[in-house]
């Protein structure tokens, strides 16, 4: 089981940047297509990002697109979401996970084990 750590969470001014990290520890994810999630307290956990396990397809959340970008190593040890012109709503915990969609369906987490995630805070 990959286990995964996220970092680079923190308070933000609106219009501000942010870059989070996700490493692999245990095993990498190279064959794995892997996404960004985030949760708010009291509503359920959501997409964000997603990247194939080549890194050459990027799919988004509406509400993120053209400000996120998500990347990753080709080892499969570390992934990135950069995010630029941060908004209030952006506001949440950030997780990063393995994960797999099917046609018609948007990405799910392969495990329902999460990691502590990274706070993200935009506020004046």
């Known amino acids: 089981q990959v286990q995964l750590v996220e970092s680079g969470g923190d308070l933000v001014q609106p219009g501000g940047s942010l870059r989070l990290s996700c490493a692999a520890s245990g095993r990498t994810f190279e064959n794995y297509a892997m996404g960004w999630f985030r949760q708010v307290p009291g509503k359920e956990r959501e997409f964000v990002a997603a990247?194939?396990?080549?890194?050459?397809?990027?799919y988004y959340a509406d509400s993120v697109k053209g400000r996120f970008t998500i990347s990753r190593d080709n080892a499969g040890i570390t992934m990135s979401l950069q995010m630029n012109n941060l908004r209030p709503e952006d506001t949440a915990v950030y997780y990063c996970?393995?994960?797999?969609?099917?046609?018609?369906?948007?990405?799910?987490?392969?495990?329902?084990?999460w990691g502590q995630g990274t706070q993200v805070t935009v506020s004046s």
């Open positions: 990247i194939n396990w080549r890194g050459t397809k990027t």
């Open positions: 996970a393995t994960v797999d969609t099917q046609p018609g369906s948007t990405w799910y987490p392969l495990s329902d084990a």
